[in-house]
T-cell receptor, first 114, second 112 residues
Framework: NAGVTQTPKFRILKIGQSMTLQCTQD?????MYWYRQDPGMGLKLIYY???????DKGEVPNGYNVSRSTTEDFPLRLELAAPSQTSVYFC?????????????FGEGSWLTVV | GENVEQHPSTLSVQEGDSAVIKCTYS??????FPWYKQELGKRPQLIID?????GEKKDQRIAVTLNKTAKHFSLHITETQPEDSAVYFC???????????FGKGTRLHILP
């Protein structure tokens, strides 16, 4: 089972460039999330989506955009990359139920902005 | 919005001893509290979770307790082993806005 798949795994961007981090899941989960994790730090929620066509801001949305045109895909767009966006980005998905809301993470995308 | 505080940020315990990590949350509507373990260079993975209608849950050497009144929840690891060395994250989630907010993490070192 693939689970949550993120691409690319590693990327170096120059200041001002744009890029899209791709995320797809094959578990038919309704909910999808993007988190960033700075070195030695915790996970900060960037954006999340509770279903196709619906997106909401998380804790740190500035400098990012998302879209959710299908249940499977939740790409994260960085416009005008800045050094402060150097981080590890994790996509995740879940389907909340009566037993809770276990989220499953992708393997992460390491992004460096120079 | 929800705010999750986690302590300590670093914890060193002798192999075989117990480790306790504590979290507090701010939103009384939060009703689901998972704990994740992250090994170096890897993705976070769920190790145990608890819902607000339960006070304690145990899975082998790992247990989680929840005090809804005080908005505290804790992770207990007994008989620690070298493979328990990792970063542990607590999180809180509610039905109201479906966000899952994480604490800043605790780096656990198991000393030989």
């Amino acid at each position: 089972n693939a689970g949550v798949t993120q691409t690319p795994k590693f990327r170096i961007l120059k200041i001002g460039q744009s890029m899209t981090l791709q995320c797809t899941q094959d578990m038919n989960h309704n909910y999808m999330y993007w988190y960033r994790q700075d070195p030695g730090m915790g996970l900060k929620l960037i954006y999340y989506s509770v279903g196709a066509g619906i997106t909401d801001k998380g804790e740190v949305p500035n400098g990012y955009n998302v879209s959710r045109s299908t249940t499977e895909d939740f790409p994260l767009r960085l416009e005008l990359a800045a050094p402060s966006q150097t981080s590890v980005y994790f996509c995740a998905s879940s389907t909340p139920g009566s037993s809770g809301n276990t989220i499953y993470f992708g393997e992460g995308s390491w992004l460096t902005v120079v | 919005g929800e705010n999750v505080e986690q302590h300590p940020s670093t914890l060193s315990v002798q192999e075989g001893d117990s480790a306790v990590i504590k979290c507090t949350y701010s939103d009384s509507a939060s009703n689901y509290f998972p704990w994740y373990k992250q090994e170096l260079g890897k993705r976070p993975q769920l190790i145990i979770d608890i819902r607000s209608n339960v006070g304690e849950k145990k899975d082998q050497r790992i247990a989680v307790t929840l005090n809804k009144t005080a908005k505290h929840f804790s992770l207990h690891i007994t008989e620690t082993q070298p493979e328990d060395s990792a970063v542990y994250f607590c999180a809180a989630s509610s039905n109201r806005d479906d966000k899952i907010i994480f604490g800043k993490g605790t780096r656990l070192h198991i000393l030989p």
